[in-house]
């Protein structure tokens, strides 16, 4: 997280899943800050995960601060949300500038024409 408090891309930090009712935070990588409408406000993130499904990214060496050792981290880069600053629970780490513009790369593939 920068001084700003503001996150950047490849900031990683807990929030709530829009997607599951009632349920605990998760965390979420920024993929993308500066560049939104809101700058500050909000942040388009991709679900990070322990759940080793067959389409996830390992994050592994990627990391750059915020690891948990004793767990294994993926990227989902089809389950892409926009959270809100007001809505980050706590900043959990940072990955690097490549792997999160691999899962960018990734993300535009299920945008693309079928």
Known sequence: MTDTNRFQKGDVF???D??????????WVVLAADSLPYPGEEYLCAALTTSNLPRNFVVGDDWVSGKDP????????????????????????QVTESFVD????????YLGPQ
């Open 14 to 16: 807990w929030a709530p």
């Open 18 to 27: 829009p997607f599951r009712r009632g349920s605990n935070p998760r965390l």
């Open 70 to 93: 004793t767990k294994t981290s993926y990227c989902s880069p089809w389950v892409v949300t926009t959270i809100k600053h007001d809505a980050v629970v706590n900043p959990q780490g």
């Open 102 to 109: 691999e899962m960018i790369a990734e993300c535009k593939q």
